[in-house]
C-alpha cells in the first residue's frame, strides 16, 4: 500500500451520521477546508458509520445538505467517488479484517476471550488497589479454552509517544500509561480508534484536523499506524472544543445552537456563519472581523487557534450576521428573503427590502417585522392623546401620494406642527396598523400596505373617519 507524499496535502472530516449535522463539524470542516486549500490540496469526506446502533442514511444526508449549504465541498466522498474509496467505513470492514489478522498473524495482537463481568472485575480490584487500571493480559499470557466470543486487542508496546501538534505544539504521551486495548469488537466491527488511523493511512492523509477530544486518542491511533508499517501524518491539529455560553461543552441534547439547521432555519447567512465560526478559536491577530472567504484563506493559520475551549456568542454571530444583510444589494436580498416570506410576492418583498435592511439580525426576523402585511391586527386601546395623533395623520396623509417619501414629508408636518416628538406621533399610528410597537420605519410601515387598507386602519383606530 502507497505511504502518505507528504508534499500532497490532504485532510479529511470523519462524521458520524448519529444525529442532526452538529456545529462542530461545520467548524472541524471549515479548518480542514481552510487548511488544504490554502496548501493546494484534497479535503475528503468519510462517513464513520461503524456504530450500526446509531447510524442512519438519512442522517448522512443532513450531514451533506449542511456542509454544501456552507460551501464547505469536498473533493472526494461516497457520494462524488475518488481514488481511495469506499469512503463510508461500513462498506471497509475487509480492509479492517485484513489489518486485524496481519496485527494476530505478526503478533503484534492478539484475541481476549475475557467476559464482561470479568474485566469488571478486574477493574474494581484495581480501584481497590488505588493504582490506575490497565488490562492484565491475562489472554495474552493464559487465554481461556472453550470460549467462542472474543474480541482482538492490540499489544500496546509501550514508550513514548510523541507528535506534532500544529495547534499544540510537540505532544508526548506515556504510552505505559496505555492498557492493551480493543480494536475489533464482538460482533467483529472495528473500533474507532482502529477503523480511523487504518483508513487514514489507507487515504493517504497528511494531516489530522479534529477536535480536541481526540486528543487522547491520538497516541492510540500512531501506535498502531506504526505497528501496520504506515507513515505517520505528517502532523495533527485538536480544535478547541465549542462551549456553550455557560462553559459547558456543546452537547446535541442540551444546546439548541448545537443544531446547524438552526442557522439555516433562522435566516443567517452561511457566509457570515464561516465568518463567525472561523473566528470561534481563531483570532487574525488584527482588529478585523468580517472576513471574506479568500481573505480567510489568506489569514488563517493554526499558530492563532486557542487552546482553550471557545465560547458560543450569539451577539457577536447576530452582529456579525447583521452586517452581512446590510452588505447584500437588495435583489440578493430579496433573493435571499423569499422562503421566509411565503405570503408576500416578490415586488412587496422588493420594496421592503431598504427598510428592512438596517433592522435585520437574522432573515426569519423579516416574517415578525411584516406579518401586518398578511394578517389584520386587533384594533390598539388608545389614550385621548393618541387619537388626536392619529387624526391628524389621516389628514396629512389623505392624497398623499403612497410612497415612504411623500408619507415621510407628511407626518413630519403634523411632528411640527404638533411640537410632540416624533415617536409620540409615530408609535400610535404604528400600533394601529401593525399591532406592534416594532416595524419597520415608519413611512415605509404605512407604504407597505395598500393605501385604502392602511388608511381603513388609521380610522378604525380612531373609531371611524377623521
Ligand atoms: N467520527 C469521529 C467524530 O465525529 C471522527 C473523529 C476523527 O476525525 O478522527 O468525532
Not at 50 to 57: F, G, I, K, L
Not at 139 to 150: D, Y
Not at 334 to 346: A, I, K, Q, S, V
Amino acid at each position: 500500500m502507497a505511504v502518505p507524499d507528504a508534499s500532497k496535502v490532504r485532510v479529511r472530516i470523519a462524521p458520524s451520521p448519529t444525529g442532526f449535522a452538529h456545529l462542530g463539524t461545520a467548524s472541524t470542516a471549515l479548518y480542514n477546508v481552510l487548511f488544504g486549500r490554502a496548501n493546494g490540496g484534497t479535503f475528503v469526506l468519510r462517513i464513520d458509520d461503524t456504530d450500526v446502533e446509531r447510524n442512519r442514511p438519512e442522517y448522512e444526508l443532513v450531514i451533506y445538505e449542511s456542509l454544501h449549504w456552507l460551501g464547505l465541498d469536498w473533493d472526494e466522498g461516497p457520494d462524488k467517488g475518488g481514488p481511495d474509496g469506499p469512503y463510508r467505513q461500513s462498506e471497509r470492514l475487509d480492509l479492517y479484517k485484513e489489518h486485524a489478522a496481519r496485527l494476530l498473524g505478526e503478533g503484534k495482537a492478539y484475541r481476549c476471550y475475557c467476559t464482561p463481568e470479568e474485566l469488571d472485575a478486574e477493574r474494581k480490584q484495581a480501584q481497590a488497589e488505588k493504582r490506575p487500571y490497565k488490562y492484565s493480559r491475562r489472554c495474552l499470557t493464559n487465554p481461556p479454552s472453550g470460549r467462542p466470543e472474543f474480541t482482538v486487542r492490540f499489544k500496546v508496546p509501550g514508550g513514548e509517544v510523541k507528535f506534532t501538534d500544529m495547534i499544540r505544539g510537540e505532544m508526548s504521551f506515556d504510552a505505559d500509561l496505555i492498557g492493551d486495548f480493543i480494536i475489533v469488537k464482538s460482533d467483529g466491527y472495528p473500533t474507532y480508534n482502529f477503523a480511523s488511523p487504518v483508513d487514514d493511512a489507507a487515504m493517504k492523509i497528511t494531516h489530522v484536523i479534529r477536535g480536541e477530544e481526540h486528543l487522547s486518542n491520538t497516541p492510540y491511533q500512531l501506535m498502531l499506524v506504526d505497528a501496520l508499517g504506515y507513515t505517520r501524518p505528517v502532523a495533527y491539529a485538536h480544535m478547541p472544543l465549542i462551549l456553550a455560553k455557560d462553559g459547558a461543552k456543546l452537547s446535541k441534547r442540551k444546546h439548541p445552537e448545537a443544531n446547524l439547521a438552526l442557522y439555516r432555519e433562522q435566516g443567517y447567512l452561511p457566509e457570515a456563519l464561516i465568518n463567525y465560526l472561523a473566528l470561534l478559536g481563531w483570532n487574525p491577530g488584527t482588529s478585523q472581523e468580517i472576513f471574506t472567504f479568500d481573505e480567510l484563506l489568506r489569514a488563517f493559520s493554526f499558530d492563532r487557534v486557542q487552546h482553550a475551549g471557545a465560547r458560543f456568542d450569539w451577539e457577536k454571530l447576530n452582529w456579525i450576521n447583521g452586517e452581512y444583510i446590510r452588505r447584500l444589494d437588495d435583489e440578493e436580498l430579496t433573493r435571499r428573503l423569499r422562503p421566509f416570506l411565503p405570503n408576500l410576492d416578490e415586488a412587496t418583498i422588493r420594496r421592503a427590502v431598504p427598510a428592512l435592511k438596517t433592522r435585520l439580525t437574522k432573515l426569519a426576523d423579516a416574517a415578525d417585522l411584516l406579518d401586518y402585511l398578511w394578517t389584520d391586527p386587533a384594533p390598539p386601546e388608545l389614550d385621548p392623546d393618541s387619537v388626536e395623533s392619529i387624526r391628524a395623520a389621516v389628514h396629512a396623509l389623505n392624497g398623499v401620494p403612497w410612497e415612504p417619501e411623500p408619507i415621510h414629508d407628511a407626518l413630519m408636518q403634523v411632528v411640527e406642527e404638533s411640537g410632540a416628538k416624533p415617536n409620540k406621533i409615530f408609535m400610535p399610528i404604528r400600533l394601529a396598523v401593525t399591532g406592534k410597537k416594532i416595524s419597520p420605519p415608519i413611512d415605509y410601515t404605512l407604504a407597505l400596505l395598500p393605501q385604502d387598507v392602511a388608511m381603513s386602519r388609521l380610522q378604525r383606530a380612531i373609531g371611524g373617519p377623521a
